[in-house]
């Protein structure tokens, strides 16, 4: 167990629709980090907050959004939902920028 | 940009063979490098880590040096076992401005009796 924790561990919708994930870090570590992982793509950084503020933004969709509260966790929200955004998503987190541990992941299914 | 090149699996070994899952990297300065194992059904998990030439990360069993010259970090256990069967994963990051992981695409472990 990494102490990462993420929910819902399954998510089903259809297309059009909107989703949030949410992910809570081990406990004092400031940074989130939010990952996808599908079978064409393979493993995609998303998106970094440290301390609240956006850190560092990589493949992310302008359908796709993040924000991490006061409290450190953070939420990933997905809209207008298509076929390919079916994939793990995966949470992380680390101390500073630092060894990042990994939470179990949601599994998104886009129906 | 940074990149990670792993061996294409899957690989199937024997118990209490000897494994090699090799990797290399493309990157600028100095790279963190790291070695993840994602088991059927689960997240990733840290197996080990260098952060800088000539470390050598290990744990289980398993080892990986970091090889500055050879811009490689490859992956071996000298007596693998069933339960050992996953997707072992290479990645980078470097610190500062963000410290992203960039991944290779895995490679499936499968071990056999």
């Known amino acids: 167990d990494s102490g990462v924790t993420q929910t819902p561990k399954h998510l089903i919708t259809a297309t059009g629709q909107r989703v949030t994930l949410r992910c809570s870090p081990r406990s004092g570590d400031l940074s989130v980090y939010w990952y996808q992982q599908s079978l064409d793509q393979g493993l995609q950084f998303l998106i970094q907050y440290y301390n609240g503020e956006e850190r560092a933004k990589g493949n992310i969709l302008e359908r796709f959004s993040a924000q991490q509260f006061p409290d450190l966790h953070s939420e990933l929200n997905l809209s207008s939902l298509e076929l390919g955004d079916s994939a793990l998503y995966f949470c992380?987190?680390?101390?500073?920028?630092?060894?990042?541990?990994f939470g179990p992941g949601t599994r998104l299914t886009v129906l | 940009g940074n990149s990670v090149t792993q061996m294409e699996g899957p690989v199937t070994l024997s118990e209490e063979a000897f494994l090699t899952i090799n990797c290399t990297y493309t990157a600028t300065g100095y790279p963190s490098l790291f070695w993840y194992v994602q088991y059927p059904g689960e997240g990733l998990q840290l197996l080990l880590k260098a952060t800088k030439a000539d470390d050598k990360g290990s744990n289980k069993g398993f080892e990986a040096t970091y090889r500055k010259e050879t811009t490689s970090f490859h992956l071996e256990k000298g007596s693998v076992q069933v339960s050992d069967s996953a997707v072992y994963f290479c990645?980078?990051?470097?610190?500062?401005?963000?410290?992203?992981?960039?991944f290779g695409t895995g490679t499936q472990l499968k071990v056999e009796l």
């Open positions: 990645a980078l990051s470097r610190a500062g401005g963000g410290n992203k992981l960039t």
């Open positions: 992380a987190s680390s101390v500073l920028e630092d060894t990042q541990y």
